[in-house]
């Protein structure tokens, strides 16, 4: 497998013939109980009430990124190509095998949290991986991998599109205003009222203006911070009330569907700045880190323009009402 960059949208992709033959599956999980295989532990946050662990992250069994060697990113005419270098971990949420984001209790997403900050905080320690990323793929339309409650991790020696499409934006509307686009838009949202969620403490909820999909739901921080790998140092009571909104969400968000993306968008790596990427000098006051939560509806799904130019069948004034209106 190999990295490759399209020269037109400056992309990269994952490519190659050496695709790992999914395993069955089966009813058994590899994660917990007798069926349960060995599995390269990184990391493990102790457990609530002397059980002996609440979240912890192992390597992938079918890591996509590799942690040796060097990317060795080199020229191919116009073309640019590099090995896959990187992490690809998988964040057990929870010991049981029933103990879901929106079924456990605050304290235990709060240790799933904290189990996500500390590797996002450890990988930024090399400086080949520019970008840590953290999702969960929920539910079979979603490409859900594991029975067991699990989000994922990569490490990635790029920052991903997503992310690099936000970090521009961000960079040029700090530019023109000297202030931080998504705190504008949250204090807009707080002002008018029509597409909050929920509020709790320093976190909010929200339906945003332009949603990719129906119900698509954005999680952030009140207070502006670039990187959600800080949040947990130092002020304790907020990780509780991220936690409890986190949770919260998700159940009304599966009051509509029970498949979802979520995924996590963060500072990029800035411990050895790249001089060609224009974005860092103010990446502290102009990004601002936040969760998206992408549901995947019963597909009424226009082919083309879904690919195209999203197309969103419910506004989100009609989405968080009924979200809102849930019996969580
Ligand atoms: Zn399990
Ligand atoms: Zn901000
Ligand atoms: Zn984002």
């Not at 013939?17 to 990391?43: H, K």
């Not at 020229?75 to 998988?90: K, T």
């Not at 521009?168 to 205003?177: H, L, M, Q, S």
């Not at 195209?308 to 019996?327: G, H, I, M, N, Q």
Request: hydrophobic fraction near 35%; glycine fraction near 6%; charge should be neutral.
């Amino acid at each position: 497998m190999e990295l490759r960059k399209d020269p037109i949208t400056r992309s990269w992709v994952i490519t190659g013939d050496d695709v790992n033959e999914p395993a069955p599956r089966t009813q058994a999980c590899r994660f917990c109980g007798p069926t349960a295989q060995p599995a390269q532990m990184i990391a493990t946050v102790p457990g609530l009430d002397g059980g002996a662990w609440s979240a912890r992250s192992v390597v992938h069994p079918q890591a996509l990124y590799h942690i040796e060697g060097e990317p060795g990113r080199r020229g191919d005419g116009l073309y640019d190509r590099m090995g896959p270098v990187g992490a690809h971990e998988v964040l057990l949420e929870n010991p049981r095998h029933d103990g879901h984001l929106w079924n456990v209790s605050d304290a235990e997403v709060e240790r799933f949290l904290r189990l996500a900050a500390q590797r996002i905080q450890d990988l930024k320690r090399d400086s080949r991986f520019k970008y840590i990323s953290i999702f969960k793929n929920h539910g079979e339309p979603a490409g859900q991998e594991f029975d067991h409650p699990t989000s994922q991790l990569t490490a990635t020696t790029f920052v991903p599109r997503r992310v690099l499409y936000e970090l521009r934006a961000g960079r040029d509307y700090f530019e023109t205003k000297e202030r931080c686009v998504f705190c504008d838009i949250l204090a807009q949202e707080e002002r008018q009222g029509v597409r909050i969620l929920e509020i709790r403490g320093d976190y909010a909820a929200f339906c945003p203006f332009a949603p990719r999909v129906p119900y698509e739901t954005w999680i952030l921080p009140r207070s502006h911070e670039a990187a959600f790998e800080r949040t947990g140092s130092g002020r304790v009571g907020s990780v509780a009330d991220l936690a409890s909104l986190l949770r919260r969400t998700l159940q009304r968000i599966r009051t509509v569907t029970e498949s979802f993306h979520l995924v996590l968008h963060t500072a990029p790596n800035n411990l050895h700045p790249s001089s060609s990427l224009g974005y860092w000098k103010t990446l502290d006051d102009d990004y601002h880190w936040h969760i998206e939560i992408l549901p995947i509806v019963e597909a009424k799904a226009k082919s083309y323009t879904f690919k195209e130019v999203y197309y969103s069948p419910v506004a989100s004034e009609t989405a968080v009402k009924r979200l809102r209106d849930a019996k969580i």
